[in-house]
Nanobody
């Protein structure tokens, strides 16, 4: 089992920045690739960013490329999502997920999830 807890969400004006954190406990954190997903009201959960177990590979949704940066610190069992130049369309609950194996942008292929953290971007 892997337990994930997100934090760092909040209310920010358009153009602002937030940094989300996700701390893991349980199994060996470096055994897992990590992803950030988000879900807006009435919409499906969508892929935001991915990072491999070593941090050597990252991938982003087109909608956030160039604005968001995913990173991880295996010594601290944490993964981060730095979000810059936020837009109202970024408003959603943000979730981190963990999976064994290679890259995936499908939420159904992640094994463990946190409870989510709300990000609200005002115009």
């Amino acid at each position: 089992q892997v337990q994930l807890v997100e934090s760092g969400g909040g209310l920010v004006q358009a153009g602002g920045s937030l940094r989300l954190s996700c701390v893991a406990s349980g199994r060996t954190f470096s055994d897992y690739a990590m992803g950030w997903f988000r879900q807006a009201p009435g919409k499906e959960r969508e892929f935001v960013a991915y990072i491999s177990w070593s941090g050597g590979r990252t991938s982003y949704a087109d909608s956030v490329k160039g604005r968001f940066t995913i990173s991880r610190d295996n010594a601290k069992n944490e993964v981060y999502l730095q979000m810059n130049r936020l837009k109202p369309d970024d408003t959603a609950v943000y979730y981190c997920g963990a999976r064994r194996g290679s890259y995936s942008s499908r939420w159904s292929e992640y094994d463990y999830w946190g409870q989510g953290t709300q990000v609200t971007v005002s115009s």
